[in-house]
């Protein structure tokens, strides 16, 4: 999901800075994924893609100061960093690809943008702002990945629709990230109850399907359980994705207009240093032989 989110996001985008996002469009979809990699170098990386919001009370969690020094001083580092501080450091990345816009940077622009929009996606997922987030606490195990893999995998490229317009400037931006992770907030009940609801009506031979990939059958929900699933959810996935891409999208605009609209076909450069290279495969040899530090949500 997220690497065609951040595909579908670069068509948004302005003339003066599709020069170059679109010519870099391969980088940017490839290193979507690279925060979930670092998650299996960093212990502390998992939190920069969830909150925990209904650990802090009830809807709309008045309790939780918006500002991220004054949540600090009420709850804490450490309470912060276990119940998750995505929509703070969807803030911190804005501020580095900011900064990398204004120095015209384009390893920097790229790489700040291509994991930006990763955050910002996990955002926008309902279960990445909910304490149950795999169904754990309600015994359905594995709904993460049917709701943000397995559903996007079955639909997206033939039935669902990413034409969706202009990347917009977002003026206030904490109030942006925030009403977008409200959103998800109240929307994870949802996504809950109706799997459980459409469980009931399914054998386990039916809920399931065995398919191949990479030459290994592998267990999955079934085209007719998740058909059934996408429907009752009234296409949620679908309107998400589609908010998901066009935040990315803003997001990447309001950061460039920040930094003053720097002019950026003059970065044609398209080598990464010796250090970019060696950093980029020691992340994805973690990734492949590690065990994923902190929750794993996937």
């Known amino acids: 999901m997220h690497e065609e989110i951040n595909y579908h996001a670069v068509f948004l985008l302005p003339p003066s800075m599709m020069i ?15 925060p979930d990699k670092r998650r299996y170098i960093s212990g502390s990386e998992g939190a920069h893609h969830y909150l925990d919001i209904d650990h802090y009370g009830r809807y709309p969690y008045p309790e939780l100061p918006r ?66 987030h795999n169904g754990q606490l309600t015994h359905q195990e594995g709904i993460h990945a049917f709701w943000e893999s397995r559903i996007p995998e079955i639909f997206a490229e033939s039935d669902w629709d990413f034409f ?15 009403a977008r992770v409200l959103e998800s907030a109240a929307a994870a009940d949802t996504v809950l109850h109706c799997e459980k609801e459409i469980s009931n009506h399914f054998e386990a031979s039916q809920k399931y399907a065995f398919e191949e990939r990479r030459g ?68 994805d040899l973690d990734w492949k032989n590690n065990v994923i530090k902190g929750r794993d949500c996937q």
């Not at 391969?26 to 994924?33: R, Y």
């Not at 969706?164 to 925030?178: D, E, R, V």
Request: hydrophobic residues 45%; glycine residues 4%; charged residues 20%.
């Open 67 to 132: 500002d991220y020094k004054s949540a600090v001083a009420k709850f804490s580092i450490d309470t912060l960093q276990v119940y998750g501080i995505v929509p703070w450091w969807i803030e911190v990345m804005m501020g580095r690809l900011t900064k990398a816009f204004r120095e015209k940077n384009k390893q920097a622009i790229l790489k700040n943008a291509a994991e930006l929009g990763h955050y910002i996606a996990d955002a926008h997922v309902p279960l990445h702002v909910s304490s149950n």
């Open 20 to 34: 170059l996002f679109k010519p870099n469009i391969g980088f940017l979809k490839e290193h979507a994924v690279d």
């Open 164 to 178: 969706i317009g202009k990347a917009a400037y977002i003026p206030a931006f904490s109030s942006f990230i925030w």
């Open 216 to 283: 290994k059958l592998v267990k999955q929900y079934s085209l007719a359980y998740a058909t059934l699933y996408n429907g009752s959810l009234d296409h949620m996935i679908e309107r998400r994705m589609r908010q998901s891409i066009f935040a990315v999208a803003s997001c990447w605009y309001t950061a460039w207009v920040n930094a003053g609209q720097p002019m950026l076909d003059s970065l044609t450069h398209n080598t990464l240093t010796d250090d970019e290279i060696k950093e980029y495969q020691r992340m």
